[in-house]
């Protein structure tokens, strides 16, 4: 398995620009998170989504959408990228159902850098 | 709203000492605390978890210590290595949707 996966690696764009993150997982997790992760920061979580065809918002929302067609894959998309945007992006995945002590572990993709000039 | 933190952004120990990184937590509601290692350009990696009703964990050269008393979490890494380098965060959850609300990070550098 493969795990979670993040398209591209690195990607810089100009004040305005758009852009979509890809994320996704072979892991059959019904739920999927996006972080930005700033310097000296932890991670701050942007969207989620419970299950197919569902998102919601996290902790700092703004200037992003998400979606989530299909089970296996969570986009994040900047309509129009600003400086304040430049971060490292993590997508992660988790179980529904817990584990045996009722954990859900978060699985990290590699993280994509997003420069905005 | 709730938050997780350090209180040391950096450790520094030499190979083979024991380190401990530290985490004060404020959600007493939190169900449970994981313990990430992010080594760097690459994504958190699961360490080891632990329950709010449990105070102890142990793993392979890895123990986390849960205070509930005082809101704080301890990770303890024995006869540290050089691979052992890297940020190291802790996380808690168990409120809604198995969202984890992470702390700043340690840096943690083994020197040989």
């Known amino acids: 398995n493969a795990g979670v996966t993040q398209t591209p690696k690195f990607r810089v764009l100009k004040t305005g620009q758009s852009m979509t993150l890809l994320c996704a997982q072979d892991m059959n997790h019904e739920y999927m998170y996006w972080y930005r992760q700033d310097p000296g920061m932890g991670l701050r979580l942007i969207h989620y989504?419970?299950?197919?065809?569902?998102?919601a918002k996290g902790e700092v929302p703004d200037g992003y959408n998400v979606s989530r067609l299909k089970k296996q894959n969570f986009l994040l998309g900047l309509e129009s990228a600003a400086p304040s945007q430049t971060s490292v992006y993590f997508c992660?995945?988790?179980?529904?159902?817990?584990?045996?002590?009722?954990?859900?572990?978060?699985?990290f993709g590699p993280g994509t850098r997003l420069t905005v000039l | 709203g709730e938050s997780v933190g350090l209180h040391l952004p950096t450790l520094s120990v030499q190979e083979g000492d024991n380190s401990i990184i530290n985490c004060a937590y404020s959600n007493s509601a939190s169900d449970y605390f994981i313990w990430y290692k992010q080594e760097s350009g690459k994504g958190p990696q699961f360490i080891i978890d632990?329950?709010?009703?449990?105070d102890k964990r142990q793993g392979q050269r890895v123990t986390v210590l849960l205070n509930k008393t005082v809101k704080h979490l301890s990770l303890q890494i024995a006869a540290t290595q050089p691979g052992d380098s890297a940020v190291y965060f802790c996380?808690?959850?168990?409120?809604?949707?198995?969202?984890?609300?992470f702390g700043q990070g340690t840096i943690l550098t083994v020197h040989p």
């Open positions: 632990i329950r709010s009703n449990m």
């Open positions: 996380a808690e959850g168990g409120t809604s949707y198995g969202k984890l609300t």
């Open positions: 992660a995945s988790s179980y529904v159902g817990s584990r045996s002590n009722n954990i859900r572990e978060q699985f």
């Open positions: 989504s419970v299950g197919e065809g569902t998102t």
